[in-house]
């Protein structure tokens, strides 16, 4: 099979961007395309990581989102595709992954939310049972990089 | 006479001190209440747990199952915006028997209208999960137990979000007419113009995705030229109103720019939307800045109460026109 389209999904988390690295060096070897995705919520979360509400921090968010949690894409020298959206991180990624026909979804295993995996399944367990794509789930400690998503816009 | 039914102690639904979605926003509508109306004309309805067989007929058991073990687990997070504690559930049912305690009330007599002060809100909920602060759906417990009994029932949401679950979970059903006016683009991306209901139920969604800073007149003309026709049309028995009260100018988690003498206004025309008295109830959705919440909701309770307790006046000039065309283009389908 071949890969042509990825997306990837952040949150701001240092997991977020350590999977965004990997997707863009496999799109990079592959020369795929990789859309990278945000989904806001009700609330997010900017710099000192508290929450706030999206709405009133909207343009703040995304300016975070552009500059500092897609930062990984920086160098990476590949062609990549922003895009922010409103809803759940799941229902987005999946309807962004359905209409860019994505040959693949790379998630980091736990972002911000910090969901119980045990009973509802975190957002990446989610999207694995979800989807109707291949997902790679990203592990702590893949990827290099220590600096802080959280970085300053 | 008006019907409240309030949490009081049931409420044990801890989201954390930072989570606007907190108790004392049923501080501030309790504050309304007695803004409005003597305690003496009140009638105060005791909440009661909903019975899985009611929480069913909208929520999946697997759901419902894994939400009680979330809070049995002592809690946690079902999304980056949804919190339970190990009350939550406990709470939710409260909320959700809330809405049937006070439509009994209303069936019985007691009242001309009824305002179910209750949270965690509930129209984001869909039928297999929770979502944006939203455990169980309320509004389509109530609404399901009154269609299961043949009654027709219009469903007016008026919070600025798009009340997603109340929508999927109706989209099918000829029993329940579902309009929402909310802010779009917002969360949770749902309620486009061109979603207008399933096969079996069509032309029984209609949304208007208002842009930021939508002042109360667009909302009006949707009201006087697609709302109050479709609702018509419908024939409803029975009118429940997701009532969010954060498209409201000061609300943190929002754009739109409305003020409490709008939702007096849209009071109004959804209580003239009843086909009697005893067949309308609010139920309380979102709305996190608690002064405006206080004031919205005692702008709101004029309505059934035949007063006039607006301190703000009703907002005009902003855009949200072309929406309104927009659905009415769509509603053509339907109205000829």
Sequence with gaps: ?153 | MLVVTELGDRDTHDTGGWHPERPQRLDAVHAAVHDVVDEEEIIRVEPREATIDELCRVHSMSYLRALDELCTAGGGALDPDTVVSSGSCRTARFAAGAGLAAIAALEQGQGDAAFVAVRPPGHHARADRGMGFCLINNVAVAAAALAHERERVLIVDWDVHHGNGTQDIFWNDPNVLYISTHQYPLFPGTGAPSETGGAAAPGLTINFPFPEKTCGDAFLRAFDEVICEAAEAFDPTWVLVSAGFDAHRDDPLAGLSLSAGDFALFAHRVAGLAPGPGRLAFFLEGGYDLAALRRSVAATLGAPTDRDVSTEAPTSGGPGMATVQAVKEIRREWTG
């Design chain 1, 1 to 153: 099979m071949t890969v042509r389209h990825i997306v990837a999904g952040v949150d701001g988390s240092e997991n977020s961007r350590r999977a965004l690295a990997w997707a863009a060096e496999l799109a990079r070897a592959l020369r795929a395309e990789l859309v990278v995705v945000h989904a806001l919520g009700l609330l997010d979360r900017l710099a000192d990581g508290e929450p706030v509400p999206t709405a009133a921090h909207r343009d703040a968010i995304v300016e975070a989102f552009e500059h500092s949690w897609c930062a990984p894409l920086a160098d990476a020298g590949v062609t990549a595709r922003r895009m922010v959206r409103d809803g759940t991180p799941v229902d987005v990624l999946l309807a962004v992954a359905e209409h860019e026909e994505a040959d693949l979804i790379v998630v980091g295993s736990r972002g911000i939310g910090n969901v119980p995996e045990r009973i509802l399944g975190s957002t990446s367990h989610q999207l694995a049972a979800r989807s109707i794509r291949p997902v790679v789930i990203v592990p702590e400690g893949v990827g290099s990089g220590s600096t802080s998503t959280h970085g300053a816009h």
